[in-house]
């Protein structure tokens, strides 16, 4: 098979290459190029583009560029800078896997020629009850089927994830075995459009203008502020100006009325959790999650909770089988079956 291996500069897609070359597929290695900004974190700064350019090297194999970043900017970057502008939690990473590793990568293999994309992801793709289904990956611990799991339809037959069979250790045992300079590497762990010594706030303030906002209890009554509720999110603890005392969280943010409102722990956990913008992998998965309890995933490495889904008036709802801690609006949610391993579906909490 002709495969087009995306190559982030990291071991995962590193031993993802190398495997199917040793496989005998005709391989080709593509770095995306997303971001256009300065960038040390992630998968998007001049060092990872440059591994990748090597791994392709050692390995033996073609390595391409595909330049993306207006893509990035329009699907990631500037959702991400509005959902703290509308009071919201974004998770770039899985718009970026959404729009550009999957549908925009997708996109290309296909027009070039090739037979399958493959990805570094440690997730799976096995047959279910007679369809391709994303399953979780081998490694419990680096699971990665949550931030993947829009993955649908026709797709799931174009799509392969080779180190999803493999723990994180025989991973790098590959790499090394080979001699590849990423054998070793750290995992990224940061969004790669904002740098480490600006985070997230110096990241922001260019493009949105902060606002201080009171930081009230539930009757009402102001107990401190902060200097800018564009960056409070749901849950939060600290950064509110309380000073001691009890334990005190985040349970609402209006960024329209400058107000974050605080709450004891019990405040945080509710019974119902609106949800919109529904993927399913195949049709009929929305008629089955409908009418049966399913575990749901609120986080890239979140436990699981039992629901129902069930549609209201103004979309849908999950009905959580006990109380469960609040999802900040924005977050994703992901449907998996009763065993824990097959994905069925997923979307995003609203307001």
């Known amino acids: ?16 290459a190398l495997i199917l070359r040793e496989q005998g597929h005709e391989v080709v290695g593509v770095t995306m190029r997303l971001w256009g900004g300065e960038s040390d974190t992630g998968c998007c700064s001049v060092s990872d583009v440059d591994d990748a350019r090597r791994v392709a090297q050692q390995v033996g194999v073609d390595h391409l560029v595909f330049n993306f970043s207006d893509d990035f900017n329009e699907h ?45 992801h ?4 096995e047959m279910f009850n007679g369809k391709p289904r994303l399953a979780r990956g081998e490694d419990a611990q680096k699971d990665q089927s949550y931030v993947v799991h829009m993955l649908a339809g026709a797709d799931l037959n174009y799509v392969l994830f080779p180190v999803g069979n493999m723990e994180k250790s025989q991973v790098r ?27 997230r706030a110096g990241f922001l303030e260019p493009r949105l203008s902060f606002n201080s906002a009171d930081v009230v209890d539930a009757s009402g009554s102001k107990v401190g502020e902060v200097p800018a509720v564009e960056l409070v999110t749901l849950g939060q603890r600290r950064g509110l100006g309380l000073g001691g005392g009890d334990k005190r969280y ?18 945080l956990f509710v019974n ?30 979140g436990e699981r909770s039992s629901a129902r889904l ?30 824990d391993m097959f994905v069925l579906g997923g979307g995003i909490v609203t307001a």
């Open 1 to 16: 098979m002709k495969i087009l291996v995306a190559m982030s500069g990291g071991v995962d897609s590193s031993a993802a």
């Open 76 to 120: 990631v970057v500037e959702p991400y800078v509005a959902a703290h502008v509308n009071g919201t939690t974004p998770n770039p990473c899985i718009e970026c896997n959404r729009h550009l590793k999957f549908d925009r990568l997708i996109e290309r293999g296909r027009t070039l020629g090739f037979d399958a994309v493959a990805t570094g």
């Open 122 to 125: 440690h997730a799976r793709i």
């Open 173 to 199: 045992e590959e790499a090394t075995r080979a001699g590849l300079r990423t054998a070793s590497k750290p995992d990224s762990q940061d969004v790669c459009f904002i740098g480490s010594t600006i985070g």
């Open 250 to 267: 985040v349970v609402a943010v209006d960024v329209p009325l400058r107000r974050v409102t605080v709450g004891d722990e019990a405040q």
């Open 272 to 301: 119902e959790t609106s949800v919109g913008k529904l993927v399913w992998p195949h049709e009929g998965d929305e008629e089955y999650v409908l009418s049966h309890d399913v575990l749901v995933q609120g986080s890239a490495h």
């Open 310 to 339: 069930t549609k209201t008036a103004d979309g849908y709802s999950l009905v959580w089988a006990r109380p469960t801690r609040r999802i900040a609006p924005g977050q994703t949610v992901v449907f998996y079956d009763s065993t």
